[in-house]
């Protein structure tokens, strides 16, 4: 089964073409970062009007890669949410009308669900069960995936997400956006251990994480040292360093708890922190102490991108009925109301 996956959630527009039988054929993706850089953040209106510039061309685009026309697809998946509304509804009545004109199924696909199954389109890839990381601007989450669909959450952020704490705390220290990026590359320059913030729940007992406690940390020390004299850059890239090292504890310590409390050996970190160079040398040195494997998509599918829908698509359309491409967008969205209870037993 060849199916188009169209990702359109934010300030990205991925498009991707994935075959049940051979794998990722093509896929390609444009980014927003530059035009939403003077903002500061991502304004949604401009991303969604420039989704619809680039949908089509990335379309055709892949297919010419894939060798491939349309009447050679076997079905179409689109992000339906969450995400910006406008944004998610460029993706929808795309895929949707495709669809229409050529009489394939189409579907939509949770956000969260096709970041979840990322890691399937890496080699090796991770055999179920397993337990998943998904750690990104907008959520921290820990999940027991037993299968395509069977997701139980085992522990969420209680406020801002590990890369939204990244960009916040980037913007405190006067980095570009996007922060988290930014933060990453000059924490490499930090000295450790010259400055010193909490590791918010790290031994709170339960899998559950917060970070809006780790941001105030930073926001208090920087207004402390810069009553006496401007921030240099020496101090700026020590206190990223201690920055990333805390967020890269807590995920670590919760991430080896989850696997503890699930009896699993295998961990799949998925998301934009996934990309995150210090989470993966210490994830992979804790997870492979204890016998066990840690698995990520490869970095250009960390972040938002079509491969991951058009594969969470290809799998979920051999069962799914057929519709009558009438569509909705769902811009508040939960895994537990993508057809599985993700806090069942």
């Not at 903002?39 to 055709?60: C, T």
């Not at 729940?201 to 040292?225: C, E, H, N, W």
């Not at 990223?240 to 970190?269: I, P, W």
Request: overall charge neutral; proline content about 5%.
């Amino acid at each position: 089964m060849r199916v188009l996956g169209l990702e359109t959630s934010c300030d990205e527009t991925g498009v991707a073409v994935y075959d049940t039988g051979r794998g990722l054929l093509a896929h390609a993706l444009h980014t927003q970062a530059a035009m939403h850089a003077d903002y500061g953040g991502v304004v949604p209106e401009l991303a969604s009007r420039d989704h619809v510039r680039r949908v089509l061309p990335l379309v055709r685009q892949v297919l010419a890669e894939a060798r491939l026309a349309l009447t050679d697809l076997d079905g179409i998946a689109y992000t339906q949410g969450p995400g910006l509304a406008g944004a998610l509804l460029v993706g929808a009545s795309v895929a949707n009308a495709l669809g229409y004109a050529l009489r394939k199924p189409v579907i939509g696909v949770h956000h969260l669900e096709g970041h979840l199954l990322s890691p399937l389109l890496a080699q090796p890839r991770p055999a179920f069960p397993f337990v998943a990381l998904l750690v990104s601007g907008g959520h921290t989450q820990l999940y027991d995936v037993s299968g395509v669909g069977n997701y139980r959450l085992l522990g969420d952020t209680q406020d801002d997400a590990a890369g939204e704490a990244f960009d916040k705390t980037a913007k405190l220290l006067g980095l570009p956006y996007p922060g988290g990026p930014a933060l990453a590359r000059l924490a490499a320059s930090g000295r450790a251990g010259v400055v010193t913030l909490p590791r918010p729940m790290r031994a709170s007992g339960d899998l559950d994480f917060s970070f809006s406690g780790l941001k105030t940390a930073v926001l208090t020390l920087v207004r402390r040292a810069e009553a006496a004299a401007p921030l240099t850059e020496t101090q700026k890239a020590d206190i990223a360093r201690e920055f990333e090292t805390a967020v890269v504890d807590v995920l670590a310590a919760k991430s080896l708890a989850a696997l503890d409390a699930t009896g699993r050996q295998r961990l799949v970190v998925a998301g934009g922190v996934g990309a995150n160079l210090e989470l993966r040398a210490r994830l992979a040195a804790d997870v492979a102490r204890r016998g066990g494997e840690v698995f990520y998509p490869d970095l250009a599918f960390c972040t938002d991108n079509g491969a991951m829908i058009a594969l969470a698509g290809a799998l979920r359309l051999a069962h799914a009925p057929q519709g009558d491409y009438a569509f909705t967008v769902k811009p508040r969205w939960s895994l537990a109301d993508a057809g599985v209870d993700p806090r069942a037993a």
